[in-house]
């Protein structure tokens, strides 16, 4: 079973940094896209950011230009750089890893919560 496994959350001030890790038990080859999502309290899971097997990526149009997505091969890593926070940004952050054989199988971390204050 795949895990994948969340880091780097935590508490930060509007306007400042964090970056989140996600570490995944299998080659991260093996999937076709792998992205974040986030979940505020009372609000759907949205997608923040995605990347796919050819490095291109994709994002929320509330994250353009302040986060960055990324992956290290090597370390079967998926990575969210972001910068200049808001208190909007505020929610549980989810790893997603989609798998394609027949049909899609999507994977999910375990979450990890961001909070940014005023």
């Known amino acids: 079973q795949v895990q994948l496994v969340e880091s780097g959350g935590g508490l930060v001030q509007a306007g400042g940094s964090l970056s989140l890790s996600c570490a995944a038990s299998?080659?991260?080859?093996?999937?076709?896209?792998m992205g974040w999502y986030r979940q505020a309290p009372g609000r759907q899971r949205e997608l923040v950011a995605t990347?796919?097997?050819?490095?291109?990526?994709n994002y929320a149009d509330s994250v353009k230009g302040r986060f960055t997505i990324s992956r290290d091969n090597a370390k079967n890593t998926l990575y969210l750089q972001m910068n200049r926070l808001k208190p909007e940004d505020t929610a549980v952050y989810y790893c997603?890893?989609?798998?394609?054989?027949?049909?899609?199988?999507?994977?999910w971390g375990q979450g990890t919560q961001v909070t940014v204050s005023s």
């Open positions: 997603n890893a989609k798998r394609y054989f027949l049909a899609t199988t999507d994977y």
């Open positions: 299998e080659n991260i080859f093996t999937f076709y896209a």
């Open positions: 990347i796919i097997s050819s490095g291109n990526t």
